[in-house]
């Protein structure tokens, strides 16, 4: 596959949801953005707390407005707090989401590197919201970056 559709972004989404949680009463929201950081689509538990969706469309936001994902983000915010909480302000005032420091925001590629989009994941902890959306978007058939 080359190109992210509606129809691939709710494979991701649907293969994410699907994913090993590490705690029966873990929920989850997924949200696939493309590659300008536009909501492309959004699922989220029955039962999961509302907020998570914002947050899993900050993560996949996060991705594309700062180039990396946000696993790097969250080691720039460890070394250098106040750039990046200025940053953040600006980020969310001016684009309307704040970046977010914590993994589960993915970059999605195709077999050339290219950036499609990319994928947030929120409920679990960081490392599962991460392997989450990387099995979403391997799912889908492109390649995940979390790097």
């Not at 509302?50 to 070394?79: M, N």
């Not at 994928?119 to 490392?127: I, K, P, T």
């Not at 978007?137 to 970056?145: K, L, P, R, T, Y």
Request: proline fraction near 3%; include cysteine.
């Amino acid at each position: 596959m080359t190109d992210l559709t509606l129809e691939t972004a709710q494979i991701i989404i649907t293969s994410a949801l699907a994913g090993g949680r590490t705690g029966p009463a873990r929920r989850i929201a997924v949200a696939v953005c493309d590659a300008g950081g536009h909501p492309l689509a959004l699922g989220r538990e029955e039962d999961a707390a509302p907020l998570l969706a914002h947050i899993a469309q900050a993560k996949a936001f996060t991705c594309i407005a700062y180039g990396k994902s946000t696993d790097a983000v969250r080691e720039w915010a460890e070394e250098t707090p106040i750039w990046f909480h200025g940053v953040a302000r600006v980020a969310e005032q001016r684009m309307g989401l704040p970046l977010i420091g914590s993994k589960g925001g993915v970059y999605i590629r195709d077999d050339n590197g290219r950036v499609l989009g990319a994928v947030g994941v929120a409920g679990e902890a960081g490392e599962q919201d991460e392997k989450l959306a990387a099995a979403g978007i391997e799912a889908a058939g492109f390649v995940a970056d979390a790097g």
